[in-house]
């Protein structure tokens, strides 16, 4: 009869300690969730101008052949790092006709808004650039927008950090073709940006606190 009680007094130590160690390991997983390592989606839209102090829109022009259009993006980092760019995740097109022309001098500004992350600053951040090339009448030549003001720190949720880069773009005559404006974020810290804990973390966590009440039913009753 000892035997027995000393077997089962030493089993319900054990499933104390599995109980604890469940719980113990549930609110870690919790508690770490915010200091993890955990990718970035950045999501947005853009807008242009050409002109000193003028005023972007989605569509801009200007003469003879130069043109640009804003588009939307969306991606997620991956290591703290974000390509953006191509034809299906741009930061505006550039489109540039065979058309004669002297662009240098003008002043072609870019405006970056983003809605993702939450509360991402400067939001929204404007880049503006010097353009400088000509077109020829024989096709010969190229425009060059040359973002000089290029790279912008940003900051988001809390703790949360960025820099943003504006890729150059050259432009050829003659080919009549969109040419994809890019970007890159480097340095990406997520910091605390309340991200929401995966299934088997919630499950975790629920067992564990179902492990400690068991025992302390069982406790009272004893």
Aim: proline letters at 5%; a neutral charge.
């Amino acid at each position: 009869m000892t035997f027995q009680v000393s077997a089962l007094a030493g089993r319900l130590s054990q499933v104390r300690k599995g109980a604890l160690t469940l719980a113990a390991g549930a609110v870690l997983g919790l508690s770490s969730f915010a200091a993890s390592a955990v990718d970035v989606t950045f999501t947005g839209s853009t807008q242009g101008c050409f002109g000193v102090a003028c005023v972007p829109t989605n569509t801009a022009s200007l003469p003879p052949g130069l043109s640009f259009e804003g588009a939307s993006f969306s991606g997620t980092t991956s290591s703290g790092f974000l390509a953006l760019g191509g034809s299906t995740n741009s930061l505006g097109y550039f489109t540039l006709t065979g058309d004669p022309g002297n662009y240098n001098g003008n002043v072609f500004d870019l405006l970056v808004t983003f809605t993702a992350p939450v509360g991402l600053s400067p939001n929204p951040v404007l880049f503006s650039t010097t353009v400088s090339g000509s077109v020829t009448a024989n096709g010969q030549g190229g425009v060059f927008v040359i973002f000089d003001n290029s790279p912008q720190n940003l900051t988001f949720g809390t703790g949360g950090s960025a820099v943003f880069y504006m890729n150059n773009v050259s432009l050829n005559p003659g080919d009549d073709n969109e040419i994809s404006l890019s970007g890159r974020l480097v340095s990406v810290t997520p910091g605390q940006t309340g991200v929401v804990p995966e299934p088997e973390t919630y499950a975790l966590f629920m067992a564990g606190l179902a492990a400690v009440g068991f025992m302390a039913r069982r406790r009272r009753k004893s």
